[in-house]
């Protein structure tokens, strides 16, 4: 065994123990964040539809496509003889199904918070708990047929076409965030300016303008985690549609995919990190759960 092989041999062990583990740790804490979230009244209900629609993705990461990636592994591990090609291909169209839910929920979850903050008190009349709902059905019935599609019918559309739009729409909601980030400025150096002139109206202006900050800044952060755990397998991904997959690229590729299902576990820490109010409701069910005797 030469040296790369025994580097890929070590690292396919590595991420098969990583999954193994990360796969209980993304079921256990998306159940909890999403029992916290029902329970978290206090959240706008258009954002707490869109973080239960990503929240239940990363629990179906972690309940099927981490067991699955472990599966493949070992049986890469033993030599054995490899999983039926549609079996495979169904089990690979799930996790680029919960992929691009992923991707899409993050995506408007940042159109969200611009309309919010630049709607102001137009927000709850146009985006409506019904709207929301209509749009999280919508991400899921898209990214199964785009999934399914790519996999069984289209496969060079998940190579070609797929990677341009998932860069552009990366791109877009950077740049969402951007706008965000200047209109929230704009509006604080505006109640700033009122500051003389103290009302009531400016007080409400002023709490309502560090709500919207609060939690665009929490979900920005979900979308700093996901673009930091999917750009390497989206990077390799390009250069495997364009070109041979060397030893080497193999062995990052394990790694890669391992960071994508890192996400998972990731994304509910943030949540209790950044959101004062599925904290607390966190805290108590874990108080609830083992009560001081």
């Keep these: 065994m030469t040296s790369t092989e025994d580097l890929y041999h070590s690292s396919m062990v590595t ?3 990583l999954n193994a583990s990360l796969s209980y740790t993304a079921i256990a ?21 869109l973080l239960l629609s990503l929240a239940v993705s990363d629990l179906g ?19 054995a003889d490899p999983v039926d090609k549609s079996m495979d291909n169904a089990m690979y169209a799930m996790a680029d199904t ?3 839910v992923s991707f899409l929920s993050v995506f408007v979850l ?21 709207r929301t709902v209509l749009a999280v059905i919508s991400i899921w019935m898209l990214s199964v047929f785009l999934a399914v599609t790519g996999h069984f019918w289209l496969p060079l559309f998940l190579l070609d076409f797929f990677p ?8 877009c909601t950077g740049l969402v965030y951007c706008r965000i980030y200047f209109a929230v400025q704009r509006h604080l150096r505006e109640i700033q300016s009122l500051q003389v002139r103290r009302t009531e109206q400016n007080v409400g202006d002023m709490e309502h303008t560090a709500r919207m900050r609060k939690t665009a800044i929490s979900t920005f952060y979900v979308y700093l985690v996901f673009l930091v755990c999917y750009l390497p397998e989206y990077c390799t991904n390009m250069v495997v549609s364009h070109g041979e997959l060397s030893d080497s ?23 209790c990190w950044s959101m004062r109010h599925i904290r607390h409701t966190i805290i108590n069910i874990l108080r609830n759960t083992h009560p001081c005797r």
């Design 15 to 17: 991420n098969c123990a």
């Design 29 to 49: 804490l998306n159940i909890i964040t999403i029992y916290a979230m029902r329970k978290t009244s206090s959240l706008p209900r258009p954002l707490r539809t």
């Design 61 to 79: 990461v972690g309940i099927f496509v981490q067991p699955y990636y472990v599966v493949l592994l070992v049986i890469e591990l033993k030599g």
């Design 98 to 100: 919960f992929s691009i």
């Design 110 to 130: 940042s159109v969200d918070r611009f309309l919010a903050v630049h709607l102001h008190l137009r927000y709850q009349e146009l985006v409506t708990q019904r």
């Design 164 to 171: 341009v739009v998932l860069g552009f729409c990366l791109i």
């Design 249 to 271: 690229l193999k062995t990052f590729r394990l790694y890669s995919w391992t960071l994508v299902c890192v996400n998972s576990s990731l994304n509910p820490v943030i949540y």
